[in-house]
């Protein structure tokens, strides 16, 4: 079955914590993105990654840094200078990267801080 | 900067009937747009693609866009209860979708 996966469903910090979420697609994209999204906002993009060992801040990067070291996977992790974590992020990645290409989501990590 | 604008809703409307969603684009240049699906607590899930000015149309689904109107919409047709989500719309901007902030579709038994 092909498709993105991410881990975990949900997750707990306490203050202070850092914290990673997992994200794995099997579809062999080369363009890979995080998004954060808060209750009745719109989607807002942290990272995204075009090729392997390579990756750009999006909008919103402060407080979170990301990995690229194989093609398949594009890890997030939100440290303790995100002032404001609880949110729910969304994986996506793209077959070509290009902005004229769709991207298709993960289902998702609901991240809470305690 | 460029946008996506869409109207935040709800858009109420009954079973059966046509449901229109509408999104505008600040970028002439954008070439292809996207409209997505989102049920509440869910991810985004691709439902429709369109690339030139016209209609395109997928069971149920019709997008049409019109570039000189920078303006493209989602028409669904014969709309059922399990329609009730929220509808993003995404256009390109510089190496990455710019999404609205989606519209909210009511389809009522």
């Known amino acids: 079955d092909g498709g993105i996966t991410q881990s975990p469903k949900y997750l707990f910090r306490k203050e202070g914590q850092n914290v990673t979420l997992s994200c794995e697609q099997n579809l062999n994209h080369d363009a890979m993105y995080w998004y954060r999204q808060d209750p009745g906002q719109g989607l807002r993009l942290i990272y995204y990654?075009?090729?392997?060992?390579?990756?750009q801040k999006g909008d919103i990067a402060e407080g979170y840094s990301v990995s690229r070291e194989k093609k398949e996977s594009f890890p997030l992790t939100v440290t303790s200078a995100q002032k404001n974590p609880t949110a729910f992020y969304l994986c996506?990645?793209?077959?070509?990267?290009?902005?004229?290409?769709?991207?298709?989501f993960g289902p998702g990590t609901r991240l809470t801080v305690l | 900067q460029k946008e996506v604008e869409q109207n935040s809703g709800p858009l109420s409307v009954p079973e059966g009937a046509i449901a229109s969603l509408n999104c505008t684009y600040s970028d002439r240049g954008s070439q292809s747009f996207f409209w997505y699906r989102q049920y509440s607590g869910k991810s985004p899930e691709l439902i429709m693609s369109?690339?030139?000015?016209g209609d395109k149309e997928d069971g149920r689904f019709t997008a049409q866009l019109n570039k000189a109107s920078q303006y493209v919409s989602l028409l669904i047709r014969d709309s059922q209860p399990s329609d009730s989500a929220t509808y993003l719309c995404a256009a390109p901007g510089f190496q990455k979708l710019v999404f609205g902030t989606g519209t909210r579709l009511l389809v009522s038994p």
């Open positions: 996506a990645s793209s077959p070509i990267p290009s902005s004229y290409n769709e991207q298709f």
């Open positions: 369109i690339y030139s000015n």
């Open positions: 990654s075009q090729i392997v060992n390579d990756f």
